[in-house]
Each structure stands twice: as C-alpha cells, then as structure tokens.
C-alpha cells in the first residue's frame, strides 16, 4: 500500500468526468432514498485526504461523519484486520466465538466512564446498539417508557426513528412509529428564550417536570441523550443541564444512557464527550469512530443491568463481526499510540481561533462552538432575530466543495455548518482547510 500524499489536488471540474459517469450508473441502479453529500466517487483515501477516481484529492472535513477518527486506511486497522481476514471471516459469535469479541468488550469496559463493574453485547450498526440499549433498560426496569430530547438523533430504523428529533429526512412517511417515545426540551444555549447562562436549569428543570407530569418517572424505563448533540447541530447541552438529567434519572431508578455514536473515541478531546461534566452514564452506545471504518457498534454499562436481558435476548448474526473487533482493536491502539485525544484538542484551539475571527468579519455567523474536533458554525440571517440560513449554508457547503474540501452540514434547521477532521489530520491541510472556508464566506 503507497501512501497518500497528503496534499489538495484538483485537476477537474469537481465532480470530474469519471465521477460523473459513475453518478449516472448509480442513479439507474441505486435507490434514490440512499443520498450522497458530494458525489465524487472515492479511490483512495487515509490521513486528511480523500482521493477520487479523477485524480483529485479533497480534504476530509467529514472523516466519513465521525468514523475514520484515525485516518480511512490507519495501519493498525489494516494490518489487523487483514491479518483477521486471512484467519477467518466469520462464525457468528452466537454459534463459536472468538477472542477479538472478548478484548473488544474488555477495552470497552476500561475506556468508558466509571469504574464499576461492565460489560458489553456488541452489534453492526448505531441505531442496532440505541435498539439494543432500550431492550436492557426494559428488561432491567420492567417499565416501558423512553424519553429523549428535542433535536436528538439516534438512527434511522422503525425504533430510532420514533427517537429522532427530525420529520425531514429521517421520519417523513415512514410511521407510524414505535410507541412510549417521550420528547423533552434540551438546553440549546444558543437558542434559549433567556439566554446560554439560563439554559443548563431552566431546561432541565422543564425537562424533569414534563416528565413527571406526562410519563410519570415510574413507567420511564431510559432516559437517553447524545452528551453532544451530532445531527441537531453539534448543540452542547448548556453547563448544568446534564448532571440535573442524571441525577433525575439516578433518584428515579431510570437507565441513564449516554448516546456517544458520534461523540465518542476521542472525537471530543476525550475518550467520551459525558467525561466534561464528570458523567458517568449507566449504558453507553459507541459505534462510528470505534473501528476505524468497520461497521462495529456496542453497548456498554453496568453489569448487572448489562446482564437483565435473559440469555439469547441480545444479538444478531454478524453482532461484533471478527474484522470489525479487529479493526476497533486496531483503532483503539491508534488512539493510543498518537494520543489522539491530545490530537483533538489541538485541532479544537486552531478551528476555533479561525473560525472566532471570522465570526468578527461575516454576520451571517451566529454562533461558533463544539469541542475537541467536533466544531460547528451556526448560520443566521439576522444576529438579533437568529433567522437560521439554510440557504447560506447549503451555498457555502457548495463553495468548499468546489475548491476540495469535503464539509458536511447538520441542524434541525439545515444552518449549520459541522467539520468533523479526521484526528490524524496534518496542522497544514487543517489550515488550508480553513482558508478554503474563510475565501467561500468572502464570495457569499
Ligand atoms: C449516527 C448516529 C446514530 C446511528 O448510527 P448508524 O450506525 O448510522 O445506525 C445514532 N446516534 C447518534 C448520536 C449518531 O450520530
């Protein structure tokens, strides 16, 4: 395997002519329901550059929303998980199992927050784990209710989608939904009536006292939240706001689970984005960033509500696939040898140092936040009313497109634009980055 260099190249339209004539097989052949961000079709790809079948290459802000945190052919991935290949492909867990499975679980446990005892079922896919997550706190708590929060993401199946926040894409026609889904206020900051200082209470407490008045704690069996919202705008929770959940969820003998799909392995600055605020949730659903790019997803928590399923409640044939646990060990040991937490941290202060001097220069900046390598723009029309900018920001995703850089957006109102670098980013190919955003706001 060559290196990628870790350089920008363009040397077509983007997207080129090769991309283009795979777009038009794709389009005959390939559901329309199935969208892509940028379609120029992948080659190659690793470090910061992702390079496309005309020869260009663009830098990776998206690191395949969150998951290739250490690069999209990191060494120790490929290396592993070839090395698992080569052995055996698969047995199913459920019928022979395997080691790789046990030192997944094994790390989980060490990684995860608290230092109580743990265990893990492992899955293929994010919304799998959330799935899974709510059948444990059932079983563990008899009780059937679920509550999550405005602008909340957990998946796209008949189950998570009941738990997502958003009717455009991830509901629209598809119900009816799964029942005993409760939705509460969250502590948006940015768009709290009484202001970012308020929110952390004020919402918990209106939060707490729909759910004592609509549900009743009682029949609430998980309490679930992304510690660091992803699809709803990379909104953190305003300080206070998720201690106050916890506590409630602690008094009340609700399963408190930790979404940590996309804000977990290091993609915070952290190995888990709850550890801010000194959270230590009873479950916790990884997948994304844990393997490297392989489809892997776990839960994780506290062994005796881990172990209230009865045997053969949990699992799934591919469930914590051998290549899959080879590649999270892989990506585990990546972390740690580069210290990519550190990584994320430096990442953090170069994007928000850029990004704050250009809030200063272009209005349509409303807010600027998120942690670690997990950094969002908010776009609004007018500062004073925050009309968000859907538009602005759907032309600027466009703009960076167009130049090489691959940005994602998010938002329940479509405004915001997310950069998720991989961790093993060079600081050069970060600034170019930033260049190729700051000239797109000066032409919009
Ligand atoms: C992506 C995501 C999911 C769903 O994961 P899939 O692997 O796409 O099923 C669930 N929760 C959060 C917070 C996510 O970001």
């Not at 969150?66 to 991935?77: M, R, Y």
Request: proline share 5%; glycine share 12%.
């Amino acid at each position: 395997m060559t290196a990628l260099p870790q350089e920008r190249r363009i040397v077509t339209a983007i997207p080129g002519p090769k991309s283009q004539e795979l777009q038009a097989r794709r389009t005959a052949a390939v559901a329309q329901g199935v969208g892509s961000v940028l379609p120029v079709f992948t080659a190659r790809a690793g470090g910061g550059i992702i390079e496309d079948v005309d020869g260009n290459r663009l830098i990776d802000f998206g690191s395949g929303i969150a998951v290739t945190s250490v690069g999209a052919s990191a060494e120790a991935v490929v290396r592993r998980a070839a090395a698992q290949l080569a052995d055996f492909t698969h047995t199913c867990f459920m019928v022979t199992p395997y080691e790789g499975y046990v030192e997944v679980a094994e790390a989980l446990a060490e990684l995860t927050p608290g230092d109580h005892a743990k265990k893990s079922a492992l899955f293929n896919s994010g919304a799998e784990a959330v799935e899974n997550a709510v059948k444990v706190a059932r079983a563990h708590t008899k009780r059937q209710a679920v509550v999550v929060f405005d602008h909340g993401y957990h998946g796209r199946t008949n189950l998570t989608m009941a738990l997502t926040s958003k009717n455009m894409p991830y509901k629209h026609g598809f119900g009816p939904f799964a029942p005993e889904v409760y939705r509460v206020p969250v502590a948006y900051g940015y768009r709290w009536p009484t202001g970012p200082q308020n929110a952390g209470p004020e919402a918990a407490a209106q939060a707490i006292d729909q759910i004592t008045k609509q549900v009743g704690p009682d029949n609430v069996a998980a309490i679930i939240i992304e510690p660091l919202l992803g699809e709803g705008g990379f909104i953190e929770p305003a300080k206070g706001f998720l201690p106050a959940i916890r506590d409630f969820a602690a008094a009340n003998g609700i399963v408190f689970v930790a979404d940590e799909i996309q804000s977990g392995f290091c993609r915070t600055g952290q190995w888990f984005a709850c550890e801010d605020e000194g959270i230590v949730p009873d479950l916790i659903t990884t997948a994304k960033g844990i393997a490297g790019g392989l489809p892997l997803a776990a839960v994780t928590g506290r062994a005796e509500i881990m172990d209230a399923a009865h045997a053969g409640g949990l699992g799934g044939t591919y469930g914590g696939n051998p290549v899959a646990c080879a590649g999270a060990l892989g990506a585990i040991e990546t972390m740690r040898d580069l210290d990519l937490n550190a990584r994320a941290k430096a990442i953090e202060v170069t994007m928000k140092a850029r990004l704050t001097a250009m809030a200063e220069k272009f209005e349509v900046i409303g807010d600027v936040r998120g942690r670690g390598a997990m950094i969002a723009i908010e776009l609004v029309k007018d500062r004073t009313t925050k009309e968000p900018a859907p538009e602005a920001t759907a032309a600027l995703a466009k703009a960076c497109h167009q130049e090489g850089l691959l940005v994602l957006t998010c938002g329940t109102y479509g405004n915001v634009l997310r950069f998720l670098p991989p961790l093993v980013i060079g600081e050069d190919l970060l600034n170019e980055g930033l260049d190729i955003i700051e000239q797109a706001f000066a032409r919009i």
